[in-house]
């Protein structure tokens, strides 16, 4: 029997889980549990690059925590857990910000796009987070690592960082991670201006549709989206970003094709395809509402669930923290 390859991915608890985050990234994460050996977390440590309120951090962290269950994610088939919980993160992570050169830093889009945005917060942790982001994968040994387009560099900058390792102190401490990008919804757009990704932490909620949000609102915002002054239903991201992006959302939600999309709509406005995806989305969302407000009665269940996903994580992280601590010199504490 050939072992199970690791995936590992998270989010950062940050804002609202958006329908970008569920198309991006958790539909695989779902896919990949049923045959893979899996690991997904809650960035809490990465959140605090920016400023948080302590009190809605930890409910936050709570949220998306029942989030990540409520869409499916099964505690039982993965190991679910929080960042800060498992203190090998940290630990991995200073070493391997003492490898990696600030040129490679420099290089990140994210860290300039976030710097902008809060340039009152401009912190260390902030331009450091990719690094950290290489030690949460690298802890695990991770082959794959599913993530929507906006995180490439990072997954790139984590290979560059195995090879700053390798060549310092020999090969065979981590494994090479490969990004897992979907082919379809890689890049969810802001439903008011489709030239930007939706972002979870958008000032503008008009922007995203939440995973939380209530059916009221789903329709609202999925209703006026910004779109172009054309009638027919056709994919052109190009000239029609607004309309391609409801019709990426369709077609995964509803597991179509964009040709089937296009049939289906033809004669017909952009106004009935907003109609039908708003409908579509309130009807995925609304078993995921009723799981959701479940898990969240009771945190000492959530608590619970967390303890055995930490514990079941760290066994793994200080595997690989004692070879490292080990090949870099530094003396096991007896
Ligand atoms: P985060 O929290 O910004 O996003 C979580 C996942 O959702 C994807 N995503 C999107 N996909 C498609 N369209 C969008 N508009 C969209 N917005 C977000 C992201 O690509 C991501 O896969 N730094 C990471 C969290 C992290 C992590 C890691 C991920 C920390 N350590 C280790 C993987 C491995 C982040 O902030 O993702």
């Known amino acids: 029997m050939t072992a199970k390859k690791t995936i590992l991915s998270g989010s950062t608890v940050t804002g609202d889980l958006t329908l970008g985050n569920y198309i991006g990234a958790i539909t695989n994460w779902k896919k ?18 920016v400023f948080q309120d302590p009190k809605i951090l930890k409910d936050r962290t709570y949220s998306f925590f029942a989030q990540y269950l409520a ?11 929080a960042q800060s919980h498992v203190h090998e993160h940290t630990e991995l992570s200073w070493i391997l910000t003492c490898l990696t050169p600030l040129g490679y830093l420099n290089r990140m889009t994210q860290f300039k796009d976030k710097s902008e945005k809060h340039e009152k917060n401009v912190n260390a942790g902030l331009y450091t987070y990719p690094i950290l982001m290489a030690a949460d994968i690298l802890l695990y040994q991770a082959d794959m690592v599913p993530v929507g387009e906006d995180q490439r560099q990072h997954l790139e900058l984590c290979r560059d960082i195995v090879g700053f390792f390798q060549n310092r102190y020999g090969e065979g401490t ?57 009638t027919v239903v056709n994919y052109d991201p190009e000239n029609k970003p607004g309309l391609s992006n409801l019709m990426v959302i369709y077609s995964v939600l509803g597991n179509k094709t964009m040709a ?53 994580a760290s066994v793994r992280a200080a595997l690989t923290l004692t070879e490292v601590y080990n090949k870099v010199g530094l003396i096991p504490r007896r």
């Open 71 to 81: 869409l499916g994610l099964d505690p039982e088939k993965n190991t679910i857990f």
């Open 260 to 312: 089937e999309i296009e049939k289906a709509y033809e004669g017909k406005m952009y106004g009935h395809l907003k109609v039908d995806l708003a409908e579509l989305t309130v009807e995925t969302l609304k078993p995921v509402h009723e799981k959701y407000n479940d898990l969240m009665k009771n945190r000492d269940h959530l608590d619970q669930l967390l303890r055995k996903g930490a514990e079941k």
């Open 32 to 49: 990949l549990q049923e045959d893979y050996d899996c690991l997904y977390f809650l960035a809490d440590l990465h959140a605090l690059t």
């Open 174 to 230: 981590f494994k090479m991670p490969e990004a897992y990008i979907g082919k379809m919804g890689a890049r969810i757009m802001s439903l008011q201006d489709p030239s930007k990704k939706m972002s979870k932490s958008d000032e503008n909620d008009k922007n995203y549709v939440s995973i939380i949000d209530d059916a009221k609102k789903i329709e609202k915002k999925i209703k006026s989206a910004a779109t172009d002054s054309d």
